[in-house]
């Protein structure tokens, strides 16, 4: 059985949706986290985990979308979405720093907000770190990240960077880059089993014209295949380890 930790699935159209759920029940996943990354697409995210059996929501503000949200009492928004028991992340928070980003005091600030509900609900979080690995340790440190269960959301990181995620008690995320980018195996190869999980951050992907070119949560499996090849470990045992360390860190 396998987890997919992180999805934006919500975000597809209804008839592709019921075709990726199809699929990713023929191909044995068990969860599927949709993870929010507005307000509006934080309540959709609940609204899918109430109608399908495997999905479950994840809230969270996603730092390249902080100008898309106008409500200030976004927190308390949360916490009423955080009622609903298959609500069982805050996720996608982080920082991104691009020519054009909202400025980092203000991500800094949602960031830091977002993390303090994670400990007040007692909730694991998935974080996004785009060219902000330094700010993010820092806030790592700051708030004692290890006083909680993290995941960093698609890991493509160097193994030093990696290796101070994994002091503070995060676990990182692997995704379909690993399938093709040698020195991320590299990194990979190095990552204790137990610190591992899975996603493929499935969202729709219309810049690709052909539909069965998109990634779903069904390519979970090229990614235990690669890892089980990376570690020279029988697919079972990785997808046993993984499948532990995914309900550890959501509590299921
Ligand atoms: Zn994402």
């Not at 990726?20 to 934080?42: C, F, H, M, P, Y």
């Not at 106008?70 to 955080?82: A, C, G, Q, R, V």
């Not at 991500?107 to 700010?135: D, G, M, S, T, Y």
């Not at 960093?152 to 008690?169: E, I, R």
Request: charged letters at 30%.
């Amino acid at each position: 059985m396998l987890i997919d930790i992180h999805t934006h699935i919500q975000q597809f159209e209804d008839k592709d949706l019921s075709n990726l759920i199809i699929n990713s029940r023929n191909a044995k996943i068990e969860v599927i986290i949709a993870a929010g990354t507005t307000i509006e697409d934080s309540k959709k995210c609940v609204k899918l985990a109430k109608e399908v059996k495997e999905v479950y929501a994840a809230v969270g503000i996603h730092p390249q979308n902080i100008y898309d949200d106008k409500n200030d009492d976004y927190i308390n928004l949360f916490k009423e979405l955080l009622k609903c028991k298959k609500t069982i992340m805050i996720s996608e928070i982080g920082l991104d720093i691009q020519d054009n980003s909202v400025p980092l005091k203000i991500q800094k600030k949602i960031f830091i907000e977002q993390i303090n509900l994670a400990k007040e609900v007692n909730k694991p979080i998935a974080f996004h770190v785009r060219n902000a690995e330094k700010e993010i340790l820092d806030i790592i440190m700051s708030e004692r990240l290890f006083e909680l269960n993290s995941v960093a959301h698609y890991f493509n990181g160097t193994y030093n960077y990696a290796k101070k995620l994994l002091d503070n008690n995060i676990f990182i995320s692997v995704a379909k880059p690993i399938l093709r980018d040698k020195n991320l195996e590299e990194v990979i190869k190095k990552i204790p089993l137990n610190k591992i999980v899975i996603e493929t951050d499935s969202y729709p992907q219309y810049f690709k014209k052909n539909r069965k070119r998109w990634t779903e949560p069904k390519d979970l499996n090229l990614i235990i295949m690669k890892l089980s090849e990376i570690f020279k470990i029988d697919k079972d045992i990785i997808i046993e380890n993984i499948y532990n360390n995914s309900k550890k860190i959501l509590n299921l």
